[in-house]
Nanobody
C-alpha cells in the first residue's frame, strides 16, 4: 500500500521560502510518476510540478505550472523515495494546501505522467501540508 507523507509547510511573509518534502513508501512499480499539487480555499486543485522516478534515476523531464516557473524547484531522491519542492519568492497567491501524489504511468493514458487530469482517481495522495503567505 502506497503511503505519502508531506512535511515542511508553514507561514511565511511575501518573498520568503519554504522547503516541502514528501516521503513515499510502498512504491512497487518500476517507474512512478510523482507530483505536487495545491488547492486554495474555493479553488480547484492544480498541479504545480511533476517528475518521475525509477530505481536508478530521476527524470530530467520536469513539469512546472506557468504560475510557479522560476520560483519552484521539484527534485527527488529515488534511493530514498522522497520528493522535494523548494519554493522561493513566495506570494500570497501561493497560499494553499500542498499535496504530494504518486501514480503508476500504467494507470494513465499513454503512460504520460503529466496528464494531471487523470491523477484524481488513479493516484495515491498524501494528507497535505499548509502553506500560508502573508503580505
Amino acid at each position: 500500500q502506497v503511503q505519502l507523507v508531506e512535511s515542511g509547510g508553514g507561514s511565511v511573509q511575501t518573498g520568503g521560502s519554504l522547503s516541502l518534502s514528501c516521503a513515499a513508501s510502498g512504491l512497487t512499480d518500476s517507474v512512478t510518476c510523482m507530483g505536487w499539487f495545491r488547492q486554495a480555499p474555493g479553488k480547484e486543485r492544480e498541479a504545480v510540478a511533476g517528475l518521475w522516478i525509477s530505481a536508478t534515476r530521476v527524470s530530467s523531464e520536469i513539469y512546472y505550472a506557468d504560475s510557479v516557473k522560476g520560483r519552484f524547484t521539484i527534485t527527488a531522491d529515488n534511493a530514498k523515495n522522497t520528493m522535494y519542492l523548494q519554493i522561493n519568492n513566495l506570494k500570497p497567491e501561493d497560499t494553499a494546501k500542498y499535496y504530494c501524489a504518486a501514480v503508476s504511468p500504467r494507470s494513465l493514458s499513454g503512460g504520460y505522467c503529466y496528464g494531471f487530469t487523470e491523477w484524481g482517481t488513479s493516484a495515491n495522495w498524501g494528507k497535505g501540508t499548509q502553506v500560508t503567505v502573508s503580505s
